[in-house]
């Protein structure tokens, strides 16, 4: 299994540009996350999802967007780039389970961005 | 989520034992304690977690405190690539969200 996987590994954007993030997961998991990691910081939640069809906002969902058509993909959008979206995003998944306490989180290795 | 309390930052030498404090006074009954741990450049990962009782595994040990308002992740041997910003969360055990609030962790240095 690849896991987790993330593209693009870097991007630089100017100020106004859009993007779109991808993120898949071949491990057949029901949630899929998305969280940004600003410099010497911890992960903050944008968005989550647990299926397909179902999407809800975290804790910093503003200036994104996310989908989910499909159990291996999540994508996350970027409508309108502002410099306060520079930051490192991460895409993580697990499995439902019985119950949110024992399910362990699997991360992808990361989207540095920049915008400028 | 309930909030938990880490030093910045800890020292090791390898292949000694290290043990990595996080307080959790507001903790509920129904939070489970994980810890993730995040290599540099890389993403988290999954390292341990638990309710009430100690519990071992193949990377660490977990040892909670019989109020369950602190507990100690601990790496037996530390190597070099044991070295990475060590994350201690809560998580409420009824939600099925499974989401994860990240403090800013333990960052632990290894040298020889």
């Known amino acids: 299994n690849a896991g987790v996987t993330q593209t693009p590994k870097f991007r630089i954007l100017k100020i106004g540009q859009s993007m779109t993030l991808q993120c898949t997961q071949d491990m057949n998991h029901n949630y899929m996350y998305w969280y940004r990691q600003d410099p010497g910081m911890g992960l903050k939640l944008i968005y989550y999802s647990v299926g397909a069809g179902i999407t809800d906002k975290g804790e910093v969902p503003n200036g994104y967007n996310v989908s989910r058509s499909t159990t291996e993909d999540f994508p996350l959008r970027l409508e309108l780039a502002a410099p306060s979206q520079t930051s490192v995003y991460f895409c993580a998944s697990s499995y439902s389970g019985t119950s949110g306490a024992y399910n362990e989180q699997f991360f992808g290795p990361g989207t540095r961005l920049t915008v400028l | 989520d309930a909030k938990t309390t880490q030093p910045n930052s800890m020292e090791s030498n390898e292949e000694e034992p290290v043990h990595l404090p996080c307080n959790h006074s507001t903790i509920s009954g129904t939070d489970y304690i994980h810890w993730y741990r995040q290599l540099p450049s890389q993403g988290p990962e999954y390292v341990i977690h638990g309710l009430t009782s100690n519990v071992n595994n193949r990377m660490a040990s977990l040892a909670i405190a019989e109020d369950r308002k602190s507990s100690t992740l601990i790496l037996h041997r530390a190597t070099l690539r044991d070295a990475a910003v060590y994350y201690c969360?809560?998580?409420?055990?009824?939600?099925?969200?499974?989401?994860?609030?990240f403090g800013t962790g333990t960052r632990l240095q290894v040298t020889l």
């Open positions: 969360i809560l998580r409420d055990g009824v939600s099925a969200a499974s989401k994860l609030t």
